[in-house]
Each structure stands twice: as C-alpha cells, then as structure tokens.
C-alpha cells in the first residue's frame, strides 16, 4: 500500500495564480481531511471530508476549495493564490470508527507564494 | 488562549538522556490522547495514543494523561540521535466529534538527541 500520497512535493506561486494539490489514499478510507502547517501555529484543519460527494468546512477554509468525487482523492484547489497561502500541506486519511480515530498523513506539499 | 499549549523548544539532549514533553489543554471534552512523531519534512505519524487518564508503556516511550491537571506527557527513555524529530500532541473527545475525525493538534515540540 502507497498510503496517502500528495503531488507535487513543492511549488512556487505568484499572487493570483490558482493551483490544485493533489491527494490520494489507497486504504479505502471515508474520512480525507487537509490541514496546513505553520510555524507556531501548529495544524490547522482547512476542508475534510466524511465520503464521496461530502464535504465540509474547516477552521481555515477561505481561499481554498475542495471536491470528493470518489473514496481515494480529496483535491484542494487554491483559488487566487496569497501570501499568507504559503504554508506546508497536509492531505490526511482515516478510518471513520475507532479508537484510535488514526489520522494517516501524506508527505506534504511544501508551498511558496510570492 | 489555543485549546492545547506546547512548547515548541527546540530541546537539546545527549544521547541516553530521559526526555519530558507536555502539553496542556482546556478542553474537558477530550478524551483521546495521542502524540504524533514527526521527521523533518515528513508528515506526522502516530506514536502512542490513550484514552481518559493513566498510563502506557510501548518499548522506550511512556505516555502519561492527567485529566484533573489538563496535562499529558510523554517521556522517552534511553533517547537515541533517531528520536530527534518534532513531537505534536493531539486530542479528540468522545465518539461523533465532527470534522471528519477532526484532531486538535499542539504545535509541537522539536526535539534534538545528540551523539
């Protein structure tokens, strides 16, 4: 098993540009969550979602949309590229019972608005 | 005020050293307690997770839940220069909590184990 994979590994943006973030599990897993990492911020959730054709808000959601079309990919689509976009992400998969409720993390997209 | 507190170092030690990292948290909710272990420019996996409080032993790690103090730990024992990674705590409550499972993540604390 791959496990939770995320394409691509880095990108640079300019301000306005759009972008998608990949993501992609091959554990059969209902929940797909994506989070973005900030220095002193910890992880902050940005959109999840609970099965195909569901999803919803996070705690950050501005500036970002996502889709889930079928169980395996959970796309994160930046619409208008900002600074403060600049962040690494994470894409996550889980099991929707436990404990111990295991969130599976991709490698993450390292990203750079300029 | 954030729901978890963690300091976020970086800690330094030698190699054999006992480790103590902690958070705190707010949330008398919570009831599943997890650290995650993560490697530079990696993403988070989990190491140790427990339920309400209490202890739990696996090899050299010892994850400690205190719910009266709204403080957990987790130490490592016998540390090696492969411990060295950022430790992130996270909590959830019980059963249906929304978001997807959703965690509620400390920032975590990088720690460095030297030769």
């Known amino acids: 098993n791959a496990g939770v994979t995320q394409t691509p590994k880095f990108q640079v943006l300019k301000t306005g540009q759009s972008m998608t973030l990949q993501c992609a599990q091959d554990?059969?897993?209902?929940?797909m969550s994506w989070y973005r990492q900030d220095p002193g911020m910890g992880l902050r959730l940005i959109h999840y979602?609970?099965?195909?054709?569901?999803?919803d808000q996070g705690e950050v959601p501005n500036g970002y949309n996502v889709s889930r079309s079928t169980t395996e990919d959970f796309p994160l689509r930046l619409l208008s590229a900002a600074p403060s976009q600049t962040s690494v992400y994470f894409c996550?998969?889980?099991?929707?019972?436990?404990?111990?409720?295991?969130?599976?993390f991709g490698p993450g997209t390292r990203l750079t608005v300029t | 005020q954030k729901e978890v507190e963690q300091d976020p170092g970086p800690l330094s030690v030698p190699e054999g050293a006992i480790v103590s990292l902690n958070c705190t948290y707010s949330?008398?909710?919570?009831?599943?307690f997890m650290w995650y272990r993560q490697y530079s420019r990696k993403g988070p996996e989990l190491l140790m997770y427990?339920?309400?409080?209490g202890n739990k032993e696996d090899g050299r790690f010892t994850a400690q839940v205190d719910k009266s103090s709204k403080y957990i730990s987790l130490f490592i024992r016998d540390s090696q220069p492969s411990d060295s990674a950022t430790y992130l705590c996270a909590m959830r409550g019980e059963g249906l909590t929304g978001g997807g499972n959703k965690l509620t993540f400390g920032t975590g604390t990088q720690l460095k184990v030297e030769l």
């Open positions: 949330n008398s909710a919570f009831q599943y």
């Open positions: 996550a998969s889980s099991r929707p019972t436990g404990p111990p409720y295991e969130q599976y």
């Open positions: 427990t339920y309400s409080s």
């Open positions: 979602s609970v099965g195909a054709g569901i999803t």
């Open positions: 554990m059969n897993h209902e929940y």
